[in-house]
């Protein structure tokens, strides 16, 4: 499907409110205006068929940009704002010809960079005139990895995307659940509502404030916004579902949203920046057992790991076309286990800790540490250790200001018949600052954790 | 030092007694068995004493000292074997960790 086409489908949606926010509430017909207006622009400045590094947060006018960007049959690397340094790196990195920056309603701005030779991946969508995105990969495991897409496949999937009525757009502008938020608010012609910052009690005065109907948030801010009381705070009655993933799920802090929200359907995705986001099933309301029924994705396990093959799966990196399987799957390098076609995800392979020989998973360890009173956020990760290779470790958030005398041995009272010897933590500590990316999504690179 | 050394290794020992189902025997003193032919505990206990006397030594003399790593002792050396063999090599760290230290301030 090419741009063209899914840009008549937004036209349909007329007068119904396409974007809202503090800044105003703008139509389908008031977003297709403007994205015409910018497309002419671009194509004044020749920013057509190409490569573009576009620099903005969320907006009514970043997302105009976006499109009239694709309109031009560019492929757009996505970003928000950053160092002058680090946009350059990105720009070279995707073989940007220009950055696009957003200037707030007033329009954009637009930077030719001469330094840039167009990678691979990407040069295979330009050479076609094809509408393509690069996101860049969050890095908390490591550096950045830019994932090149073509984007007609994404506008097929959310044509059929279940209807969402009004969404808010929490996850970043640059992430792939970011991305997938806009394409199924406008696809569905339901309601992208922007918030003003990314925190749990701005989250709860948007639900509040433009009657959201639909969440899709990481773990990590769930459980932040159960604990601070957001849900009790703000009337949140017109929300009825939450979309979860980016992250192997705690089954505790999810029970802790299914009991505050009864009326609310937990929906948990999966989805990576390789991949897209998959339309997955639970098998029973908030249950971590999946299974996707769209027949354009083909899921497997093999040797533990989940692969996966579909429309939306990436091109490629930009430095490469990643690690696939002879018949085109994509080893996800994700932990699974798969039951009657349904598919259950423990955690990253990477993040596996090896301790003396025994396997030992922190989401596993992470669920039983988050049902212990006064936690109100766990990371375990692994720790070198000269005798045993890894250790288990523990970084906590506590509600209330507690010692680590007073809490350590209450945590071990607790803990010590539940856990097995290799899975107890035997390094605890306290922290004062979150435990989570910009993202909100865990830290679990252990010289972060273990350094801070 | 070494008496407050002592007692930190001996606190940091029995810490561990929260996570056993038996306490650790150390009514032998400096004799009592700790990891070894003799040994009553099992590798992950004898990593979480270690791990938590390093703590106890960071906290208390503010040095870091890696009591893990003993590729540089002789091969015949048993530095967990019992309470008091533990107190030595922890002793041993903790002077050089401070030598170490003096040194760079210099």
């Known amino acids: ?30 977003l297709c205006r403007q994205i015409d207006v910018y497309a002419q622009t671009l194509a004044a400045q ?70 840039a030779g167009l990678p691979s991946t990407v040069e295979g969508l330009v050479s076609r005139r094809q509408a393509g995105f690069i996101v860049f990969s969050s890095g908390s495991t490591g550096p950045a990895k830019g994932v090149v897409h073509e984007a007609a496949p994404f506008f097929e999937r959310y044509l059929k995307a279940e209807q969402c009525g009004a969404i808010l757009a929490f996850l970043l502008f640059d992430h792939i659940g970011g991305l997938v938020t806009v394409l199924q608010a406008l696809a569905t012609h339901g309601t992208l509502v922007l918030p003003n910052e990314r925190s749990p009690q701005e989250v709860g005065r948007c639900i509040e404030t433009f009657k959201v109907q639909t969440l899709h948030v990481s773990p990590t801010l769930l459980n932040l916004a159960t604990i601070t009381g957001v849900f009790q705070t703000w009337d ?60 354009a994705y083909s ?102 200001p507690e010692s680590l005398e007073v809490f350590k041995p209450r945590l071990y009272a607790a803990i010590r018949d539940v856990l097995a010897a290799e899975q107890l933590p035997r390094l605890i500590s306290v922290s004062d600052t979150p435990l989570f990316t910009s993202r909100f999504k865990k830290m679990r690179h252990p010289g972060v954790l273990s350094g801070s | 030092m070494l008496n407050e050394v002592k007692t930190l290794v001996e606190s940091a020992v029995r810490q561990q007694d929260l996570l056993l189902s038996e306490p650790i025997d150390l009514s032998r003193g400096e ?69 170490g230290g003096e040194a760079q301030a210099i």
């Not at chain 1, 085109?328 to 993040?351: H, K, M, P």
């Not at chain 2, 091969?75 to 107190?87: D, E, K, Q, R, Y």
Request: charged fraction near 20%; charge should be negative.
């Open chain 1, 46 to 115: 020749s920013v057509s068929d190409c490569c573009v590094l576009l620099v903005d947060n969320y907006s009514f006018n970043s997302v105009c940009l976006l499109f009239a960007l694709w309109r031009r049959n560019n492929v757009v690397a996505l970003s928000v704002p950053k160092s002058a340094e680090q946009l350059a790196n990105l720009a070279n990195a995707a073989g940007a010809r220009f950055t696009v920056t957003g200037n707030g309603p007033q329009g954009f701005s637009v930077l030719a960079n001469d330094n």
């Open chain 2, 31 to 99: 004799d009592s068995p700790l990891y070894g032919v003799e040994g009553t505990i099992d590798s992950m206990t004898l990593v979480s004493i270690i791990v938590d006397t390093e703590e106890k030594i960071r906290h208390r003399f503010g040095a870091e000292v890696h009591l893990a790593d003993t590729s540089h002792l002789p091969a015949t050396a048993t530095p967990f074997a019992t309470l008091g063999t533990l107190c030595a090599y922890v002793m041993d760290r903790l002077a050089s960790a401070v030598a």
């Open chain 1, 236 to 295: 949140t009655g017109s929300l009825q579902r939450i979309y979860y993933g980016s992250e192997p799920s705690s089954s505790e802090a999810i029970q802790r949203i299914a009991r505050t929200l009864p009326q609310v359907r937990l929906n948990q995705l999966y989805g990576m920046s390789e991949i897209g986001v998959l339309p997955c099933r639970g098998l029973d309301g908030d249950s971590a057992w999946m299974t996707v029924d769209d027949p």
């Open chain 1, 1 to 30: 499907m090419q741009v063209e086409t899914f840009l008549d489908h937004l036209k349909a949606g007329a007068d119904r409110p396409a974007i809202v926010s503090d800044e105003g509430r703008f139509t389908y017909a008031e």
């Open chain 1, 299 to 400: 899921l497997r396990v093999v040797d533990g790991i989940l692969q996966v093959r579909g429309a939306t799966n990436m091109l490629g990196y930009l430095t490469g076309p990643g690690e696939l399987s002879d018949d085109g799957y994509l080893i996800t390098q994700d932990l699974a286990e798969e039951r009657d076609g349904y598919f259950r995800v423990s955690g990253r392979a990477v993040d596996v800790i090896n301790v003396g020989g025994k396997k030992v998973f922190p989401s596993h360890v992470e669920s039983v540490l988050m049902g212990i009173d006064n936690v109100s956020d766990v990371v375990v990760y692994g720790q070198p250790n000269p005798l045993l290779g890894q250790i288990v470790a523990a970084r906590f958030t506590l509600v209330e």
